[in-house]
């Protein structure tokens, strides 16, 4: 079975990354999510974050 | 005397649309002339310099900082606006306050170890990042955001090829997995219609359509507007649609996206074209013939799609449906009664929308009826509007377009831009009908009926101190169980004089009957 049949047979459980709005309406509707909160890596420095990157 | 008032917080992170919607907010603060809350990015710092409101010791701060300015009168002081936004960002955190949010994807996958979907809507510029760090660890990914490159979109896309996952988007409006709507998308009966759309709204509409005629889905699908462009080649639609065959739960398979690259629409029908369960296309405005020639069902609109698939998964005719739920002696009545009450100088079509596919399906249908209309989503250059702010002759427009969203919300989170245009619509005497959408659902605003009626009703006594009568025809996407009250919503609309149609297919076959009875 591909990975996503077996999503389908799954409980969705979602990391939301970004807009609260949308945390919030999984939430609502009891269905399993968890908030990350984002920041930029390196505060946007794109090169410093691409140096972390690889260092993570 | 007016004067700029700021305030800079080092090291706080607050996501766009809630700066976005408490900016608006603090604008409206009486003595304050022009606002800006965001975070330090390059963008927010360009707007705040256009409203001439930007510091030098905002000019140095970065995008994880967050800022305060303002053009405000002399007695209006910093501290009660950071108290005011303060209380405001508070409001807006109330359910979630308590709840531990992990700083990255790492530490909530320790916290969630058993998380399957990763939902992305930060700034484009990262978004990809995230999403190639979900996927490498085998989860499956909805990007929301746009301003994602589409040499990017192909790489991640192939990468969850070949992980076998999903990667939904860029730019992916709407999804429902395991009945769960992501992003903006309804509640929807389940059932055994499987969806992959390539359009948001287009997704929304069928849904929507398909609940209120008593069917159900299965699974809903997203890909993100440009799948079948040909540099992406339709790699997600091509794998959901693998997914769907696969699928014990899906009895009919319902494909939905505006018309892809010839080459791509081939590689895509003929994936079909074998398959066991019966297949439901909607190329929006796409030939029908061509698409039959692969044994699948060609719909001719939003709601054909929606009509055929629940036909299909209940194993009754299939009809091509071009009509309207009413009768053809209520259509004429509402037809007759409207251009009654109009003067001889109204003649022309204003098409205001949220949702771009619903425009899209909009200037097709109602073109039919009155020839070009000029838009800001046109492909053809002659039809293109010079000015997005002004309308010309026949318009439609689509307020998702970026012209109308840099540093503001989605005008399905923020409906006040369009809200305004009605009245600015209103005050042009040639205008006969006004067609608009109003998109109910998660993600979306919580009233955006309630944000819009005053300006619906402001335009209609506009036209009528000028001795005319402003036609709105609208229709609602949205069910009885979506987070706002559709009920209310629609009595509401009537009460304020506008015709409510059942889908925004039949919505705009009207605005075209009567702007062609007006012609003739």
Same mark, same amino acid.
């Given at each position: 079975m591909s990975n996503i049949n077996k999503l389908f047979n799954s409980e969705l459980k979602v990391i939301n990354i970004g807009l609260e709005k949308f945390y919030q309406d999984l939430k609502e509707q009891k269905v399993q999510v968890i908030n990350v909160d984002f920041r930029p890596t390196a505060g946007g420095n794109k090169k410093m974050a691409s140096l972390l990157s690889k260092l993570m | 005397m007016s004067k700029v008032i700021y305030e800079i917080r080092k090291n706080t992170y607050y996501d766009s649309v809630t700066l976005m919607?408490?900016?608006?907010? *603090?604008?409206?603060?009486?003595? *304050?002339?022009?606002?800006?809350?965001?975070?330090?990015t390059d963008l927010n710092k360009e707007l705040a310099e256009k409203l001439n409101i930007l510091t030098d010791e905002i000019k140095e701060i970065g +995008?994880?900082? @967050?800022? =305060?300015?303002?053009?405000?009168?002399?007695?209006?002081?910093?501290?009660? =606006?950071?108290?005011?936004?303060?209380?405001?960002?508070?409001?807006?955190?109330?359910?979630?306050?308590?709840?531990?949010?992990?700083?990255?994807l790492n530490s909530a996958l320790e916290n969630q170890p058993e998380?399957?979907?990763?939902?992305?809507?930060?700034?484009?510029?990262?978004?990809?990042?995230?999403a190639r760090k979900a996927l490498e660890k085998g989860l499956h990914v909805m990007i929301f955001s746009d301003n994602v490159s589409i040499e990017d979109e192909k790489e991640l896309k192939q990468l969850a090829v070949e992980k076998g996952l999903l990667m939904m988007g860029p730019d992916c409006g709407t999804a429902i997995i395991n009945n769960v709507p992501l992003a903006f998308a309804n509640a929807i009966n389940k059932g055994n219609i499987g969806i992959v759309g390539a359009s948001g709204t287009g997704t929304q509409e069928v849904t929507v359509v398909i609940d209120k005629l008593g069917g159900g889905i299965s699974q809903?699908?997203?890909?993100?507007?440009?799948?079948?462009?040909?540099?992406?080649?339709?790699?997600?639609?091509?794998?959901?649609?693998?997914?769907?065959?696969?699928d014990p739960n899906t009895e009919v398979i319902v494909l939905i996206s505006k018309p892809p690259a010839a080459k791509i629409a081939e590689k895509i029908l003929k994936a079909v074209e074998g398959i066991k369960k019966p297949v439901v296309v909607n190329f929006i405005g796409g030939d029908k013939e061509t698409i039959e020639k692969y044994g699948v069902y060609a719909a001719t609109s939003l709601e054909d799609?929606?009509?055929?698939? *629940?036909?299909? !998964?209940?194993?009754?005719d299939v009809k091509d449906f071009e009509g309207f739920d009413l009768s053809d002696e209520e259509i004429e009545k509402i037809v007759k009664e409207e251009?009654?009450?109009?003067?001889?100088?109204?003649?022309? @079509?204003?098409?205001?929308?949220?949702?771009?596919?619903?425009?899209?399906?909009?200037?097709?249908?109602?073109?039919?009826?009155?020839?070009? =209309?000029?838009?800001? =989503?046109?492909?053809?250059?002659?039809?293109?509007?010079?000015?997005?702010? /002004? !309308?010309? /002759?026949?318009?439609?427009?689509?307020?998702?377009?970026d012209e109308f969203t840099v540093g503001k919300p989605h005008p399905m989170i923020d409906p006040s831009t369009r809200a305004e245009r009605i009245v600015q619509e209103a005050a042009d005497g040639e205008v006969a009908?006004?067609?608009?959408?109003?998109?109910?659902?998660?993600?979306?605003?919580?009233?955006?009926?309630?944000?819009?009626? +005053?300006?619906?009703m402001e335009a209609k006594e506009k036209a009528e101190k000028a001795g005319k009568h402003l036609c709105i025809i609208s229709s609602i996407c949205g069910t009885e169980r979506d987070p706002q009250d559709i009920v209310e919503s629609q009595k509401r609309l009537e009460e304020?004089?506008?015709?409510?149609? +059942?889908?925004?297919?039949q919505a705009a076959r009207l605005a075209g009957l009567i702007l062609k009875e007006i012609t003739n």
């Open positions: - | 919607l408490i900016s608006k907010e *603090v604008e409206k603060i009486e003595g *304050v002339h022009e606002a800006l809350v965001g975070m330090g +995008p994880n900082d @967050f800022f =305060i300015t303002l053009l405000a009168d002399e007695n209006v002081q910093i501290e009660d =606006i950071v108290k005011e936004v303060d209380r405001m960002l508070t409001e807006k955190r109330k359910n979630s306050d308590s709840d531990y949010m992990p700083p990255t998380s399957n979907m990763v939902l992305i809507s930060v700034a484009g510029e990262y978004a990809a990042d995230e809903a699908i997203g890909t993100g507007g440009r799948d079948l462009h040909e540099e992406v080649g339709g790699l997600m639609m091509l794998q959901g649609i693998e997914a769907l065959k696969d799609t929606a009509r055929k698939a *629940v036909a299909l !998964s209940k194993g009754m251009i009654e009450k109009m003067d001889k100088d109204q003649k022309y @079509f204003r098409g205001l929308f949220t949702g771009g596919t619903l425009a899209e399906e909009a200037i097709q249908i109602v073109s039919k009826a009155v020839g070009p =209309i000029n838009s800001n =989503i046109a492909s053809n250059p002659e039809l293109k509007l010079k000015d997005v702010n /002004k !309308s010309e /002759k026949h318009t439609c427009i689509d307020f998702g377009e009908v006004i067609l608009m959408d109003f998109v109910l659902g998660y993600g979306g605003h919580e009233d955006p009926v309630g944000e819009t009626l +005053p300006k619906i304020a004089g506008v015709i409510v149609m +059942p889908t925004n297919a």
